[in-house]
């Protein structure tokens, strides 16, 4: 987060869009706002009874009035309360409300965004936007209804009330005003500073701690634990610094407003003495401006914490809008379901693609695979091969060329028929933290039967029975309950279980038991049977299994054959197996 981010103000888009996000209940809104007026309203009238109490009541010896002024100041005390409660409360359900809607929005925004939208904005961000900055904006609501707009009621008032009491008074009172505005509005910038100081030295310590837990293990390994517990109290130490600099600002606020109170208490006093022995002021409306006076002060001096708190607010605002206005979808105006594709053939034909704007990746790549065959796709790493199975799910669109499936270009199909068509199983493994059943059904709610049959046939029901809990357990965050291998036959149940028309699989890099490895070429086995696939081959056992080897080199194809005849080439392929497989196959 750059101070940048942190800082924008008050920005009067954002806040009519947090306006705009209240209007689903506008009905308790106002209610609320009503409740807050009341409440102020009934502050304000327990000075006023108490002039008329003291004047008439006890200067005037007359008990009857005094005991009505009494239970009449007891009432407007406990109509403060309630509606104070009445403000509170619907105030704070109505910003839960809020903060549901956006985490609700933020989430299925994020859903529809393309891939290029996620890869422009870090994980760690949309995660912050949907918690954190959400939460900041609570506080916007709860500030500034709860404290700033009844604060302000509140001043107002006074000053009315001062002036209708005695307007002499009220004048000499108000002369106090312009030193405390000029207080509030150089604490505005002494305040600012502080607070763009911590929010940066927070992002500072949060990134280092989650760098420096994340990759705990390369610390340990290399023995680094003393040079980076160095580190992080160098950072450390500039957090508390900030932190003490924002107290202190802080702490210097409150007292000096108390000295302006206590100035402008003097004065009045003074004065009102003087008008008092003159005869102009009744000690009532005397005792009655010292109490509106206090009732004054007292929310100037938490304009402070409550500044820090819009502040925040306002760049949480500015994060959380900002996502909610980046929409990049992946285009999805196509009508067709892949089943109307009669055929089942894969043709890339002059494919141009780039992730970024000087670095192509694709370069006019053409080939075909035909319904039923497998294909397998060898290249160098960092040669594409991964791009493609993207491209062929749309999770990237191509910048130039064609890709048809049984003749149609993919953009013809409707994106959730593709995907549900056309499946891949990914190079990293993704497993939920969730039980085994539920990560090989992702929702579809398939029988367990089912999903057993599928684990038989992907050879991973044998392991699966030997856990705790069978096909009830629960995964780890990243799965690391299960070795690399096992995580692999899992991805190849959650395929097959979808029974894809085209089936791509990357094959995982990772070195893998020499058991499990027999697994898993079963279980290829039967994944591939009788389905279009395209297979990016690291093991040698899977690439002799295709009926057509692609060699991919430059964003093209370089070469392509069975493997005996790219062998008797002595070109690429000949060394990227001498390179490549052969070492493997020798270990
Ligand atoms: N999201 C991305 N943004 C930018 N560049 C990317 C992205 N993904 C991949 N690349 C780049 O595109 C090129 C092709 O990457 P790709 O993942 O397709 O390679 P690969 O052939 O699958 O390699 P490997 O055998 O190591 O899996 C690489 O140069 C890589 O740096
Ligand atoms: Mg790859």
Redesign the pocket.
């Known amino acids: 987060m750059s101070d940048q981010d942190v800082i924008k103000g008050f920005d009067a888009a954002i806040l009519r869009k947090l306006f705009a996000s209240l209007k689903p209940y506008r009905g308790t809104v106002v209610v609320s706002l009503l409740a807050l007026t009341v409440s102020a309203a009934a502050e304000l009238a327990v000075p006023v009874l108490l002039q008329s109490g003291i004047d008439q009541g006890v200067m005037k010896s007359n008990l009857d009035h005094l005991a009505l002024v009494s239970l009449a100041i007891l009432a407007m005390i406990l109509i403060g309360m309630v509606a104070s409660f009445f403000q509170v409360y619907l105030l704070s359900r109505v910003t839960q409300d809020v903060m549901k809607d956006l985490r609700t929005s933020l989430f299925a925004h994020f859903q529809r965004q393309s891939s290029r939208y996620l ?1 422009n904005h870090p994980i760690g961000k949309l995660v912050s936007a949907a918690t954190s900055d959400v939460a900041t904006l609570s506080e916007f609501f709860n500030t500034l209804f709860t404290s700033l707009l009844r604060d302000f009621l509140v001043m107002l008032g006074v000053v009315v009330t001062l002036f209708v009491l005695n307007a002499e008074l009220a004048f000499y009172t108000v002369l106090s005003l312009p030193p405390v505005l000029i207080l509030v509005a150089l604490f505005r910038v002494w305040s600012r500073g502080a607070f763009r100081r911590v929010r940066a030295q927070i992002s500072r310590v949060n990134a280092f701690l989650s760098e420096h837990i994340q990759g705990i293990s390369i610390v340990q390994l290399f023995g680094r634990e003393e040079k980076t517990r160095e580190d992080f109290k160098k950072e450390n130490r500039g957090l508390l610094h900030a932190n003490l600099t924002e107290l202190m600002v802080n702490a210097v606020f409150r007292p000096l407003i108390d000295v302006l109170w206590a100035i402008s208490l003097g004065f009045l006093i003074w004065f009102g003495t003087g008008l008092s022995l003159e005869g102009t002021l009744t000690l009532g409306v005397l005792i009655a401006f010292i109490n509106l006076v206090g009732r004054f002060y007292q929310p100037v001096g938490s304009i402070a914490e409550n500044f820090t708190l819009l502040q925040s607010a306002m760049a949480g605002g500015e994060r959380v809008f900002g996502f909610l206005e980046d929409h990049q979808p992946v285009p999805d105006t196509g009508a067709r379901s892949l089943s109307e594709a009669a055929r089942g053939d894969i043709l890339f034909d002059d494919v141009h693609f780039r ?2 704007p000087d670095e192509p ?1 694709l370069n006019g790549l053409s080939f075909e695979v035909l319904e039923g065959q497998t294909v397998a796709l060898v ?1 160098y ?7 493609i199975t993207s491209l062929l799910t749309r999770m990237w669109d191509i910048d130039g060329g064609s890709i048809r499936f049984g003749g149609m270009d993919l953009r013809e199909f409707r994106l959730q028929s593709l995907r549900g068509g056309i499946q891949s199983v990914l ?1 990293d493994v993704f497993l939920f933290n969730a039980t085994i059943y539920d990560n090989i059904d992702l929702g579809r709610g398939l029988p367990l039967e089912r999903i057993e049959e599928v684990c038989r046939h992907v050879q991973a029901h044998g392991f699966i029975e030997k856990l705790p809990e069978g096909y009830r357990t629960v995964l780890n965050e990243g799965a690391t309950n299960l070795s690399a291998g096992q995580r692999q036959l899992l991805s190849f149940a959650r395929v097959l279980a979808q029974d894809p028309r085209v089936l791509i699989l990357d094959e995982a ?1 990772a070195n893998i038991d020499t058991e499990t490895e027999t697994l898993i070429q079963k279980a290829l086995g039967e994944l591939l049977k009788n389905r279009t696939s395209l297979v ?1 081959a690291h093991r040698l056992s899977t690439i002799r299994q295709a009926n057509k080897i692609l060699v991919l080199d430059e964003g093209r194809i370089a070469e392509e054959g069975t493997h005996e005849e790219l062998m008797g080439k002595k070109g690429f392929y000949y060394n990227l197996y001498k390179l490549q497989y052969e070492k493997k196959a020798a270990v």
């Open positions: 890869y992730y970024l990746v290249g790493t960092g040669a594409g091969k991964t791009t190079q890099t990016i």
